[in-house]
């Protein structure tokens, strides 16, 4: 158990079956998927979370996820799934060996899409991959999909993992991306809300970044809904930072004039 999603009325937790082998490498070196056993998910309800109903899927190796709603009377939960077991079992392995060729390419956008009346699970490729990390603004809708915003890949790239940011309405089948060019690692953006707006996706994504030809970080800003414009401001630092991982954007006091003013908060889920 990595993450989780939720719906408006339900949380939705997938346990992935593995096998766990003392003594062989860090934590995620020591796992041993089992593919040939069910992926299990738990969907408990909100109003009652001491109950649990069980659903079966096939296995997938997936740790995060995007939205999640309930129409219909059907759960549907995005996540990115990973192919290749190897190498979702330990993703950071490569680039922490000194390897450049990492670059995390496997991840694809799925839909796990769980029958309330028939308890059935299936799973359903969406058509977007090369991406990891999704999120979307909380402030969408719990009925239909949302927006969802993502580090991937544009373009020739010599630094690990991605150089783009992304944004996909896979309903409508419409993407837009902006690329930092081919020495830049860009990391996991978090969606800032614009002020006294109320309307998904009316906001801006935050992402720090990593420039491994110049050696320095930067951080770049990019209205949410017109990403192919590129940043709306960017700067840099003459030298580098320590990477991050997984992070929100919280206001410094969501009741002054001026609810920004808040910083990227980020930890480890």
Known sequence: LHSFAQTDRHLVFTLIPFRYREGEGAFFERLRFQADQSLRIAVVPKDAPDTARWFEADFAAIYHFGDAYERNGEIVMRAVQHLDIEEARSPMRS????????????????????????????????????????????????????????????????????????????????????????SVLAEEHVFVPRPGSTRAGDGWLVGTLLDSARGRSGIAVLDAERLDAGPVAQAWLPHTLPLGFHGHFAAANPRSPNPVSGLPVTGES
């Open 95 to 182: 680039a922490m060996s000194g390897g450049m060729d990492a670059h995390a390419g496997q991840g694809r956008l799925c839909e796990l899409r769980l029958g309330l009346h028939d308890g059935r699970a299936r799973w359903r490729h969406t058509g977007v991959a090369g991406i990891e990390f999704p999120l979307f603004d909380p402030r969408s809708r719990g009925d239909r999909p949302a927006t969802l915003f993502a580090p991937t890949n544009e373009g020739a790239h010599a630094a690990p993992y991605f150089n783009a940011v992304a944004a996909f309405d896979v309903q409508r089948g419409r993407r837009q991306v902006h690329g930092y060019g081919e």
